[in-house]
């Protein structure tokens, strides 16, 4: 089996009585979409956050690219290409479709400039822009204020974003949140070409979406993974079904 490009170990993470991570092990592995599922309050957010290294784990190991993160901050694993997108307020609304892809590769080469302008003008800079609005499918709105897309759109640009980043793992927040239905499809099919890219770590309450595009689904629930399989394992498990698809097993 190839070497996992992410993994967790046993970690841990309390906000007073509760466990919000209670000994989570979990990997991601090249190539594949693993999905997080669980119901609201299962720890999924807090889980993300110590990925990305926004919040420390009581207990227990990140590894990302064979060499352990878990003291490393969110600038530095980004920079080793943590991709995390989704963060809807992340991006400058008042800016250009391009000057927000533009700030993404500017902030992965370490702020190497000054203005952005420069950075407009710089031609590796913004041919890797354009490269990234082309794959999202943004290349004709380049110069519409990113407050002025649709909701949609909004996030095929923060994927834009992160593919900046030269991506080595993709961490996915609820992708599909707010989005309709032909929105949905759209996304489906982005993220099936990306995890030829990177592996994708994806949070998603969109089951039409985790059963259509999940190579591994794990299942988090008060804490803990419960299981993880295939979704033809998820399905048929009478547990899951309990705990999480709120079915009589
Ligand atoms: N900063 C915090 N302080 C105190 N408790 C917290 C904090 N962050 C999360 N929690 C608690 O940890 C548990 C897990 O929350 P978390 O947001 O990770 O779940 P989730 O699975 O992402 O939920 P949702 O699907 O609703 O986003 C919850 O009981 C939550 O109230």
Not at 19 to 26: E, G, I, P, Q
Not at 51 to 71: H, K, N
Request: aromatic share 4%; with cysteine; glycine share 10%.
């Amino acid at each position: 089996m190839a070497e996992p490009v992410l993994a967790v170990e046993g970690v841990c993470k309390s906000f007073g009585m509760v466990r919000a991570s209670d000994n989570v092990t979990l990997d991601l592995r090249p190539g594949e979409i693993h999905a997080l599922i669980g119901p609201n309050g299962a720890g999924k957010s807090t889980l993300i956050e110590q990925i990305c290294g926004g919040l420390e784990p009581d207990a227990g190991r990140i590894t990302f690219l064979g060499r352990d993160v878990t003291g490393l901050g969110t600038v530095q694993r980004a920079r080793m290409g943590l991709a995390r997108t989704f963060q809807i307020s992340a991006l400058a609304m008042e800016d250009t479709v391009i000057e927000n892809v533009l700030l993404g590769a500017v902030g992965a080469a370490g702020g190497a400039f000054r203005f952005l302008r420069s950075a407009l003008r710089d031609r590796a800079f913004r041919a890797r822009a354009e490269a990234a609005l082309e794959q999202v499918g943004l290349a004709e709105e380049r110069w519409m204020r990113a407050g002025d897309l649709s909701h949609g759109q909004r996030r095929a640009l923060e994927v834009a974003v992160a593919l900046t980043l030269s991506p080595r793992a993709f961490l996915m927040d609820e992708p599909m949140a707010g989005l309709g239905a032909s929105g949905s499809q759209r996304m489906t099919g982005l993220l099936r070409e990306l995890k030829a890219q990177a592996p994708i770590l994806l949070i998603e309450h969109d089951m039409d979406a985790v059963f259509s595009l999940a190579d591994r689904v794990s299942v988090l629930v008060q804490g803990r993974v419960i299981f993880t399989g295939s979704v033809a394992e998820i399905r048929a498990h009478p547990e899951v079904r309990r705990a999480y698809l709120g079915e009589d097993a």
